[in-house]
C-alpha cells in the first residue's frame, strides 16, 4: 500500500473520516491499529519482524532509565548494546546475511576450488531501516538522559510503527513525538487543508517530476552505449529523480501527519542547489543526520 495507490487513497479518506470522532483517550489505540493494518497489510509476517524488536527495545528503555547513570554505568552500557543489538537484528539479518555468506563464499573460494553460495530466501520488511533508527535514537537519548524512558507501551509502540513515516521517514526522535501523541488533537480545517496541500505537492514531486524523469534515465542506462551527452543529461535527471522521489515521499507523509495534527520534522532543505558537499549532508534526509 504505497502513498501514490488507489489503496492507500481509500484506507486514508476512512482513517482521516473516524479520526475524529474517536474520544480523545482513545485516539492512540485506532491510529496504532490503523499503523498496524497498514503495515500487515504488506505480509503478516511484517508485523511480528515490527513488534518483536518494539517490545524488546521498550522493556531495555525501561531498565536503562530506571539505573542510577553513575552507580549502574557498566550495566547502562550493556543494556543499551542489547538494545542497540535488538533494534538493529532484523535490519542486520535480513538485509545482510546473504551478503555476508556470498562475502565469506568468495573469499573462500581462492583456496577450496567448487564453492557455490545459494542465497537464502528470506523476508525483507519493508520500512525496516526507518523503524530501526527510531528505536535507536530512541535507547541513545534515553541512555544519555536526554529523553524519559516511556512507560506507555501503546504510545512508544505507535511511535516506532506510525504510518504515515514508517516506510520512508521522517524519522523523528521519540523525545519531540512522543509528547505530540499525547496532545489534545482537535478539527482544524485550516491544519487539515495545509497537510492536504503538502500532500498534493509531495504527489506531484513524486508521480509527475521522478516516475517521468526515470523513463529518460532508465532507458539510458538500459543502453548507455554510444549516448554521448545523453549521458550528462542522464545524470542530472537521475540527481532530480531521485531528489524528487524520496522528497516527495516525505511531504506526503509530513503532510498526512499535519492533516492528523502531528508536527513532523522537515527532511529535505533544497539539498541540489547546496554550494558543498557539507552542506548537501546538512540538507539532504535531515532527520536520519
Not at 541513545?140 to 504515515?164: I, R
Not at 482544524?188 to 506531484?204: A, C, K, P, T
Not at 524528487?244 to 542547489?273: E, H, Q, T, V, W
Request: charged residues 15%; aromatic residues 20%.
Amino acid at each position: 500500500m504505497i502513498f501514490n495507490s488507489v489503496n492507500f487513497l481509500v484506507f486514508f479518506c476512512v482513517v482521516l473520516g473516524l479520526y475524529f470522532f474517536v474520544p480523545q483517550r482513545f485516539k492512540w489505540l485506532f491510529l496504532l491499529a490503523a499503523s498496524f493494518f497498514f503495515y500487515g497489510f504488506y505480509k503478516l509476517e511484517y508485523l511480528i519482524l515490527l513488534a518483536v524488536p518494539t517490545l524488546l527495545v521498550y522493556y531495555i528503555g525501561l531498565k536503562i532509565g530506571a539505573l542510577h547513570p553513575v552507580d549502574k554505568k557498566f550495566t547502562r552500557k550493556r543494556l543499551l548494546l542489547l538494545g542497540l543489538f535488538s533494534a538493529l537484528a532484523v535490519l542486520l539479518v535480513t538485509r545482510y546475511t546473504n551478503f555476508l555468506g556470498s562475502s565469506l563464499f568468495a573469499a573462500a573460494g581462492i583456496f577450496i576450488k567448487g564453492l557455490t553460495y545459494y542465497p537464502l530466501e528470506l523476508l525483507y520488511p519493508i520500512g525496516v531501516s526507518f523503524y530501526s533508527f527510531k528505536m535507536i535514537s530512541y535507547l541513545v537519548d534515553v541512555y544519555n538522559q536526554n529523553a524519559k524512558a516511556e512507560k506507555h507501551l501503546g504510545y512508544f509502540a505507535l511511535y516506532v510503527s506510525f504510518f504515515p513515516q514508517i516506510l520512508a521517514g521522517p524519522i523523528d526522535r521519540a523525545v519531540r513525538f512522543i509528547p505530540e501523541l499525547k496532545k489534545k488533537i482537535d478539527f482544524d480545517m485550516e491544519r487539515i487543508s495545509s497537510g492536504f496541500r503538502l500532500v498534493v505537492y509531495g504527489v506531484f514531486k513524486k508521480m509527475v517530476i521522478a516516475d517521468r524523469l526515470a523513463i529518460f534515465v532508465d532507458e539510458l542506462y538500459r543502453s548507455p552505449d554510444n549516448q554521448g551527452l545523453n549521458l550528462i543529461f542522464g545524470a542530472y535527471f537521475y540527481a532530480f529523480q531521485i531528489y524528487c522521489d524520496f522528497s516527495g515521499y516525505s511531504d506526503i507523509a509530513i503532510g498526512i501527519s499535519r492533516m492528523l495534527g502531528f508536527k513532523s520534522m522537515d527532511n529535505f532543505d533544497f539539498p541540489n542547489f547546496s554550494k558543498s558537499m557539507t552542506q548537501f549532508w546538512n540538507r539532504w534526509h535531515i532527520s536520519l543526520s
